[in-house]
């Protein structure tokens, strides 16, 4: 469920777009008023807004943005005015550009997203850009990696409910014995992976833990070091438990452990309006602390003000 | 009518790709009981006297015969339904029926738009209740897995633009594939699946010019033998040439089954393509017969006073 919360009665994109203008405006910017406006608009309110921005003013707000202020604030305000498939598009792009470790960043979008979702991103590459996502995964990524992330991104799962649970035991024991020979990056691993659909996957995994006595991320830690080990436990907790895959990588970036620097603001503007009361509830589970406290503890100034408002907290 | 005369028109109504079904009514339908039995004796092409006294038919000339009465049925259906439907189904079909009918997955999923592709997936998924992907995946095995299932996921760019560096220096890797043919086949090098399933479709072009100045040859010509490969690069950069080439085969005097169910596909799902061509309903005419050849041929005149 969402923790964006939206006032009841909304002005006129209008209004709010003059209001952004005037925040812009003077010395320096009223990053407030941008929190309390943008913090507080679903997709559809940020898209029209941003419209009507653009026919007033001749120029994108995104413009005015990058033009007038920096750094983490600036990147949350961004990101979260994109619309979600342009904003998926957006770090895709981002994380082909930059080093191995952002395959993390693709892999979570190509796998947290829904089976439409994805192929809406797909499209807002394809006019952002003027290239596939795919083709610019298959460039950047190599070897394994390349392998494992060229179908995830390209996948359109089946997103019903119907399992075989005939098909969930013979899969499951196609991994069991692919993992226990140590080939982790074999043909019929990545299959499994990259083309079932969620629910014919969980089926598959909880067949794999009753019938071999572990679930199936515990045997994939054989090798602590081994960084697509990391990566396909994490591709696996991605298609079955999203948000405890969130609340380790809010976690991890929380206690500055680990290289995803942008991690928190992308966790919180991409989930905000998807999952993220779930991701507050495991991370309170997980740390005894709530996300908020946390996120107050860690960051500061108008980029703490924007996190804390995308997560929830305070009026509308 | 005199026998030879009704034996002629009756052969001459099952020859053909159909069978001329206005000739077949006056021939049989008021045959009387003595008729039929002298047509039954004098048609050894489908039946043959048994031993216990009676004209048996010859069976897999019955089942042919049953394949050409099904066309025009065929035609209609595959004419009818929605795009999205009629791909999904294709696909399913020759999954199916495995190997010999990969060609039909690589057709699909390289002549089709980006958005018709994803169309197909969408209609698979309500359909059948599963993605193409799974089912590829699961049920093609060898080096031909890699490459159906890349094919089918692509959704490529539809742009015109194209970074000439780039497609030449992938022309060479295609090069150094080919050439390397006898250490490891083409279809199992894993850059070149990549190459050709994510790029667009002009840049693909682009790259065969490029490979053309190269090697002096063209790519179809060196994956001569390399089947669903050289199918995937001839769909993919000249789409006229591989539909052409699929519609004499299915009109050829030895043509399969198989060739000739390509017939309906193809003009069913290529009209605006084939239209360009001429020739093809002269290619038609003395072949197909009945109310198959009026259907085919009437797909294509509409298409053309469009």
Known sequence: M???????????????????RKAFEGWGTNEQMIIDILAHRNAAQRNLIRKTYGQTYGEDFLTSLDKELSSDFERAVLLFTLDPAERDAYLANEATKRFPSSNWVIMEIACTRSSHELFN???????????????????????????????????????????????????????HDKISHKHYSDEEVIRIVT????????????????????????????????????????????????????????????????????????????????????IKEEYQKRNSVTLEKAVAGDTSGDYERMLLALIGCGDV | MALPDVLEALNKAFSGIGVDENSLISVVANSSHEHKKSLRKGFSKLFIEDENGFERSDQSAIKNLKFEFKRFRDAVILSLL??????????EKAIKKGP??????????????????????????????????????????????????????????EGPKVNEDVAKSEAEILSNAIKN???????????????????????????????????????????????NLKDTVECLCTPETYFTRVLDSALSADADEESKRALTRVVVTQKELLVKDGSVPNKIEGILTGAYKDFILGSLAREENK
């Open chain 1, 121 to 175: 991103v797909r499209k807002a590459y394809h006019a952002r850009y003027k290239k596939s996502l795919e083709e610019d995964v298959a460039h950047h990524a190599t070897g394994d990696y390349r392998k494992l992330l060229v179908p995830l991104v390209s996948a359109f799962r089946y997103e019903g409910d119907e399992v075989n649970m005939t098909l969930a035991k013979s899969e499951a024991k196609i991994l």
């Open chain 2, 100 to 157: 010999k009918q990969y060609g039909v997955i690589v057709e699909i999923a390289c002549s089709r738009s980006s958005n018709e592709l994803l169309g197909a997936r969408k209609a698979y998924h309500s359909l059948f209740d599963r993605s193409i992907e799974e089912d590829l995946a699961s049920h093609v095995k060898g080096s031909e897995r890699k490459l159906l299932v890349a094919l089918v996921s692509a959704y490529r760019y």
């Open chain 2, 181 to 227: 043919a006898h250490k490891r086949k083409p279809i199992e090098d894993e850059d070149l699946i990549m190459i050709l399933s994510t790029r667009s479709k002009p840049h693909l072009q682009a790259l065969n010019e490029h490979y053309n100045k190269i090697c002096q040859k063209s790519l179809t010509q060196e994956l001569e033998g390399e089947g």
């Open chain 1, 195 to 278: 083309t079932r659909s969620k629910a014919q996957l969980n089926a598959t995994l909880n067949h794999y833990n009753t019938a071999f006595g572990n679930a199936i991320n515990k045997d994939l830690k054989a090798d602590p070091k081994d960084e697509f080990l990391k990566l396909l436990r994490a591709t696996i907790k991605c298609l079955t438990v999203p948000e405890k895959y969130f609340e380790k990588v809010l976690r991890q970036a929380i206690n500055r452990l680990g290289t995803d620097e942008w991690a928190l603001t992308r966790v919180v503007t991409t989930r905000a309006e998807v999952d993220m009361v779930r």
């Open chain 2, 82 to 91: 929605h795009p999205w439907e009629r791909d999904a189904r294709l696909i």
């Open chain 1, 2 to 20: 969402a923790t964006l919360k939206v006032p009841t009665h909304v002005p006129a994109p209008s209004e709010d777009a003059e209001q952004l």
